[in-house]
């Protein structure tokens, strides 16, 4: 394997939403760095099984159901 051709991995330790930190390996930051995380697998809709909502931002969901209300959407 050639030197200086991958990135340093190493352990850091990952704060999960509820405060739970966990170390992980990473090429993140530096050994014993903290990544702090907004979404984990223990709140996101993919991994709990939740239903998404779908947020109208601006309306634009309202502008696309009023553009294609013909169409049975």
Same mark, same amino acid.
């Given at each position: 394997?050639?030197?200086?051709?991958?990135?340093?991995?190493?352990?850091?330790? #990952?704060?999960?939403?509820?405060?739970?930190?966990?170390?992980?390996?990473?090429?993140?930051?530096?050994?014993?760095?903290?990544?702090?995380?907004?979404?984990?697998?223990?709140?996101?809709?993919?991994?709990?099984?939740?239903?998404?909502?779908?947020?109208?931002?601006?309306?634009? #969901?309202?502008?696309?159901?009023?553009?294609?209300?013909?169409?049975?959407?």
């Amino acid at each position: 394997m050639k030197k200086d051709l991958h990135p340093d991995y190493h352990v850091i330790n #990952v704060k999960m939403t509820d405060g739970t930190i966990v170390p992980m390996r990473s090429t993140y930051g530096n050994e014993g760095d903290q990544l702090s995380l907004d979404i984990d697998p223990s709140v996101h809709p993919a991994w709990t099984g939740g239903g998404a909502r779908l947020m109208d931002q601006g309306g634009r #969901v309202s502008k696309f159901k009023k553009k294609y209300e013909g169409l049975g959407f």
